[in-house]
């Protein structure tokens, strides 16, 4: 079964940094592309950034330059560096399988929730 525990979220102003941690529980990690997620106010859930399991990085157009998304294989870990970052980058933030996703999976873990504070 696939789980993920987010962490690492919080309060901060305009300009700061994060870094959130994504633990995943299932064997196949190493071999499974991951995606990190945003839910925003809207209730709608938009991948900001994914790396597969060559470690090939995709970003959306409102996070590049400035998140970097990495893993740890041999931690089940999945990290996203999150710099300058704005307030519309506040929101919950999860990670989760995006092969998956698209096709309809919809558990997910906790979250972390990140505010930005203008």
């Known amino acids: 079964q696939i789980q993920f525990v987010e962490s690492g979220g919080g309060l901060v102003q305009a300009g700061e940094s994060l870094t959130l941690s994504c633990a995943a529980s299932f064997s196949t990690f190493r071999f499974t592309a991951i995606g990190w997620y945003r839910r925003t106010p809207g209730d709608q859930r938009e991948m900001v950034a994914g790396?597969?399991?060559?470690?090939?990085?995709t970003y959306a157009d409102s996070v590049k330059d400035r998140f970097t998304i990495s893993r740890d294989n041999t931690k089940n870990e999945t990290y996203l560096q999150m710099n300058d970052l704005k307030p519309e980058d506040s929101g919950l933030y999860f990670c989760?399988?995006?092969?998956?996703?698209?096709?309809?999976?919809?558990?997910w873990g906790p979250g972390t929730q990140v505010t930005v504070s203008a």
């Open positions: 790396i597969s399991r060559e470690g090939t990085i």
């Open positions: 989760n399988v995006p092969r998956l996703v698209r096709a309809g999976y919809d558990r």
